[in-house]
């Protein structure tokens, strides 16, 4: 049957009945939502079904009131919830076990633990390391706690010192998810050397939504994944797509993991979208594919 042209990629007409299709399909309809906690983000909430996972984020601009805000309005509305807790913008061990006490009243178990991009902490905890520790103090009801991982490193931190914190993380943590990478062999080659340094923890990938490249390349950049983003320029014609403000496709990214999103080694629980808020959008790409496993 003849190849069609479909988001930038060639694939076979038949590609939708393949396993490959079916997993990635499966992958993107099960994705937990990111959602920055702006001032219009509850009723952009509401532009994703009542069964899709959500993750709200935690940073110095709104700090730890708003996200658990936010936590509480989309709990009341129906939806399953991952609140971020950012180390840096815990003030002491009294707030930690007020937040999580809070959203363990709310019926949240999930919890992700990440450092925070704040320069100075405000408080007692200088890393995630050191707030997974504190957790360990008190019954906080959590069943699964994910943590960040950097598959093309971090700007301020050295590759070695990242693979020594995430050993340290996944003593206490469930899952991680890994930030934003355009790369997939990148991707699968630091999955393999983070495996033989001894990290188990199942990872959820993360991952662009479908939104304007102009706009992802300006994010990309301001979060330290230039580097990955200049692979995507070479290897997809994103200078082209930038010019003619072209939407980015995700599941490019998935078909070129291939057999690799099965493989156990590689250990992929699922997906992690950043959708910069752009939940309309993601959520009708997603039912592109949901239909596709029902």
């Not at 959500?54 to 601009?61: A, E, F, V």
Request: net charge negative.
């Amino acid at each position: 049957m003849k190849a069609t042209r479909r988001d930038d990629m060639t694939i076979d007409a038949n590609d939708a009945a393949s396993p490959l299709q079916r997993r990635v399909s499966e992958l993107i309809a099960a994705a937990a939502l990111e959602i920055i906690p702006l001032t219009r983000a509850e009723g952009k909430v509401l532009d994703a079904p009542r069964h899709t996972p959500l993750t709200i984020t935690c940073s110095p601009r709104f700090g730890l009131e708003r996200t658990a805000a936010h936590v509480e309005s989309a709990v009341g509305k129906g939806y399953r919830v991952v609140p971020h807790l950012a180390a840096r913008m815990v003030a002491d061990e009294g707030e930690l076990r007020a937040f999580v006490t809070r959203m363990r009243d709310l019926g949240v178990d999930d919890l992700y633990v990440i450092g925070g991009d704040a320069d100075e902490p405000v408080g007692t905890f200088g890393s995630a390391v050191e707030l997974l520790d504190a957790l360990q103090g008190f019954d906080h009801g959590m069943r699964r706690i994910g943590v960040g991982c950097y598959p093309e490193g971090h700007p301020k931190i050295a590759d070695e010192t990242l693979i020594e914190a995430l050993l340290a993380k996944q003593v206490h943590a469930s899952y991680m998810v890994s930030q934003l990478c355009f790369d997939s062999e990148a991707l699968v080659r630091w999955v393999l050397e983070t495996r033989s340094a001894g990290v188990t923890l199942p990872l959820r990938i993360g991952m662009a939504a479908p939104i304007r490249t102009t706009r992802l390349a300006e994010l990309s950049l301001r979060i330290g994944v230039g580097q990955s983003l200049r692979f995507l320029a070479k290897q997809h014609g994103m200078v082209g797509n930038l010019l003619l403000g072209r939407t980015y496709a995700p599941e490019v990214l998935l078909r070129e993991l291939g057999e690799q999103l099965s493989n156990p080694e590689l250990g992929v629980e699922g997906l992690h979208i950043f959708t910069f808020n752009q939940v309309d959008v993601t959520v009708a790409w997603q039912n592109r594919f949901a239909r596709e496993v029902c």
